[in-house]
């Protein structure tokens, strides 16, 4: 299982999705995209949106904080990380 979350170094819900993953012990790779064009360029072109953080589980793009936190709420995200 692989996670990937593009972020900004300002970013509240940015620091809030890390910290969800870190408690879980769950490694991922993170991606900063506040002075990096190309890569705020890949996201807009993997997602449509510009806005951090955007959460890929397994190279699924599942959305940004306010969907992590509902898969949490609901179960799901610990099976989707198991898988």
Not at 11 to 29: H, V
Not at 30 to 53: A, C, F, H, W, Y
Not at 57 to 72: F, Q, S, T, W
């Amino acid at each position: 299982m692989k996670v990937k979350i593009y972020t900004t170094t300002y970013c509240g819900y940015c620091k809030r999705a890390k910290e969800l993953f870190r408690s879980k012990g769950i490694e991922f790779e993170e991606i900063d995209v506040t002075n990096d064009e190309g890569q705020r360029k890949k996201l807009v072109d993997l997602t449509g949106k510009r806005t951090v953080p955007q959460i890929f589980i397994n190279e699924k793009g599942i959305g940004g904080y306010d969907d992590l936190a509902l898969l949490e709420e609901s179960g799901e995200l610990d099976k989707l990380l198991k898988s």
